[in-house]
T-cell receptor, first 115, second 116 residues
């Protein structure tokens, strides 16, 4: 069964204290791993898409990496405004055809960055 | 780019009322839109997949007569919660995808629905 597991469930950091969030997945044929940020009372905001092992993407203080079994979201020198829930989702060849392909979601990591 | 607008952001209404939520892709055409429901401190639960010009595909356990979806144009999909009851109170979020099955979904800001 396809699964996405995120860890830790919650993380509290001091401003400037770098760390990583983990997303492990089991799918038969990956067709994309997606990272989103969600603020309270808002919809998810798209951050990155990764398609193949070894791929890396960066945006400001965030860097996403992908292996055959997991993805990491590295946060370098975080600021309080990075506080949010970070969601990971995957899709594979079995989650639908073409544009109807569905996402399998993890439960998220709630990140709090203290000033 | 890839902006999705959802309206209203918040609605309170009496039990038995029908409520319509709009989801618009502002700067791209979306042949496919998705409707989700999210409970507090939980991840997103897919309700249905909406394709322009055709009937929506509902996930198992979602009542299609309760949650009516219309995707009449390439930029607009609507979700109508019919005869809403307190148990329908939730956070509803739509998303849209630029053409291409491996492209990311882009989300609206959600609608907080409270049924009294």
């Amino acid at each position: 069964e396809d699964q996405v597991t995120q860890s830790p469930e919650a993380l509290r950091l001091q401003e400037g204290e770098s760390s990583s969030l983990n997303c492990s997945y089991t799918v038969s044929g990956l067709r994309g791993l997606f990272w989103y940020r969600q603020d309270p009372g808002k919809g998810p905001e798209f951050l990155f898409t990764l398609y193949s092992a070894g791929e890396e993407k960066e945006k400001e203080r965030l860097k996403a990496t992908l292996t055959k079994k997991e993805s990491f979201l590295h946060i370098t020198a975080p600021k309080p405004e990075d506080s949010a829930t970070y969601l990971c989702a995957v899709q594979d060849a079995r989650t639908g055809a073409g544009n109807n392909r569905k996402l399998i979601w993890g439960l998220g990591t709630s990140l709090a960055v203290n000033p | 780019g890839a902006v999705v607008s959802q309206h209203p952001s918040w609605v309170i209404c009496k039990s038995g009322t029908s409520v319509k939520i709009e989801c618009r892709s502002l700067d791209f055409q979306a042949t496919t839109m998705f409707w989700y429901r999210q409970f507090p401190k939980q991840s997103l639960m897919l309700m249905a997949t909406s394709n322009e010009g055709s009937k929506a595909t509902y996930e198992q356990g979602v009542e299609k007569d309760k949650f009516l979806i219309n995707h009449a144009s390439l930029t607009l999909s609507t979700l109508t919660v019919t005869s809403a009851h307190p148990e329908d109170s939730s956070f509803y979020i739509c998303s849209a995808r630029v053409w291409g099955g491996n492209q990311p979904q882009h989300f609206g800001d959600g609608t907080r629905l409270s049924i009294l």
